[in-house]
Every structure is written in C-alpha cells, then in structure tokens.
C-alpha cells in the first residue's frame, strides 16, 4: 500500500537514499532539508522538497499542510563525531532542539511513527564484539551524546503519546545507489571510502591512515561498513516492525574490515594503488566497531543486499567515475 512519508535531511546522504527507496516502491515523499550539507540534486524527482531547518516553525508548518504523513524519518542532524568533540553545542542544540520541534509538529499532526538515525557511537569503546542492543550506551562524544538524548525523548513521547519509534543506530554507511541515481558527497568529506577512492584516482593527496598502533590484527582500525541502500530498506522494514512496539536496531554486516583491508578492497576494485600516509590516531576513534544486526534479522526478516566491501566500494567507485566533482 502506498503511504506518504516526511523525510527531513532528505537531500543528505543516508537521507537521499532512503528517499529513492520510498520513491522506488511508489510512496509519496516530502523533503525538509537546509541544504547546508546535503545537495537539491539527491533529491529525486517525485519527491517535493521544502528547503529550511526542520526547527523552524514556518518550514515544518508548510511541511505539514502537505500531510497526512504515515511516518516521520529524522535523517537532518550535525554528524561528524571529530567536528563534536571541537564544537559540542550546535550538536547538542540542533540534534536536540531541532528534534524535539520536528516531534512536537508530528505529534500536532497526528503522525504516531517515528525513525531516527541514531550511530554506533551510542556504544563508545565496548569491550565486547558484535555489538548487539544490549550492549551498554556509553556515547563517545556530543555527536552520540545528542542521539541518545533524542532516543530518550522519543522513548517518554511513546510512554506519554503513544508514539511508535524506531532507533537506528547505524555502523559505516558507505557505497553509492546501484542505479547510479546518488552517491557520497559531504564538504569536507571526511570518510575512508571517497577518500581512498579518490586518493587512487590522484584526484586528492594521499590518504592519511590515522594510526597503525591500535590492539587489532593490522594496527589499524576496525569497521563495519553497511551499504546505503541496504540502510534504506532496514527503514521501510522498521517502519512495518513498529506495529508491534517501539524498536532499537544495530544496523551493519557483521563483519568488520580494518582500515588497511578497506585500501585493499579499494586497490582491487579501482585496479589503482591508494597511496598513503600512515599518521597518527584520531581523537575519539575506538580501535572496533562491528554490529550484530540479528535482532532486525530476525524480527523483520531484513538482511544486507551488499555482503562485501567490494561490492559496497564497486558502487561508490561507479558513482565516482560518473560524477567526479560530486552532485556539482
Ligand atoms: N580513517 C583514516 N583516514 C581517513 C579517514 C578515516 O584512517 O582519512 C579511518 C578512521 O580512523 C576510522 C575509519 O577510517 O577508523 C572509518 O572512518 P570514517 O571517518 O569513514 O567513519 P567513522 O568510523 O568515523 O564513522
């Protein structure tokens, strides 16, 4: 059945994809984005696009007007653990404030379902591997911080109004539409894979490996990259799980992939070599981050269409050649 959904950061990444996936299977998508950081051009055709701050009164009333929506999907957020860590208090404003705006609108509007992009920095450095939902919170930085205030929000607007929400905490997101419809392209790009993608096409320096010293098997650091499109449909699956009672889901592969190994994978890939620096740690960086996803798995029978990083990089590689100035 077709249902009419509001997407705010819907011109950013994650955002952009999750708008196609919505688009794809016939629904109807309205946009609040900013366009600070995300792009007019990733909002697809179809979709109607309200430019302001999802904060603002006057934007998310026009949002509104064009209603009834099924759900909200949160995407617009400040996301740069580093940018955190040096200026805490738009973090802290804006994922909060903003948020709890956009909530008080939906509740005035009658929408009852609710997605959050939430990030594995919720979990800090945990000891244990995978991380699963029950792994204990321990938020490394503002930026995790804000997501974790927002979850707790939503949990008392689910105990007080009856709001059904789902907290996704993603892992890496990366790779680009298979369709070649949207790809990464963030100002400044901070990201291990359009960095290596580009630093192998000479179109950037050389990639800093930010340090070769850490407790894993090639000093490197350990991610779980998950595919863009596949955290789009982990949405929409959600969305349907949420009948039953609010969720939090872990959204990665399963399998981590060390800084290293991510060169690697993109050397095959581009058949170029990433040349590289090997520099010192990031502030705020834990040495492994892997997601057990099992718990979406197994209540909403979604799975990852991309299982390995080369396919994820093939996309973002794709994208890349096709656009190699980004969205401009
Ligand atoms: N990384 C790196 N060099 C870079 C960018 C990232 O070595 O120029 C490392 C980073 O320290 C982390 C991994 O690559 O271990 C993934 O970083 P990214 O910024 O892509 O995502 P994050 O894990 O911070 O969400």
Redesign the pocket.
Known sequence: MSGRFLVTGGAGYVGSHCVATLLDRGHQVVVIDDLSRGHREAVLEGAVLIEGRCGDPATLARAFALGPFDAVLHFAAHSL?GESMAEPFPYFRDNVGEGIALLEAALAAGVRRFVLSSTANLFGAPAEMPITEDTPLAPASPYGESKFFFERILAWADRIFGLRYATLRYF?AAGADPAGRLGEDHDPE????P?ALDAALGRRPP?????TDYPTPDG??I?DYIHVSDLATAHLAALEAIARGSRAYNLGTGHGYS?REVIAAVERVTGRRVPVIEGAR?AG?PPV?VASSARIQAETGWQPRFTTLDEIIATAHAWRLAHPDGYR
Do not use: A, K, S
């Open positions: 653990v890496n901070t990201h291990l894979i960095l990639l800093t490996i930010f340090g490197t650091c991610r800084v990031r960086d981050l």
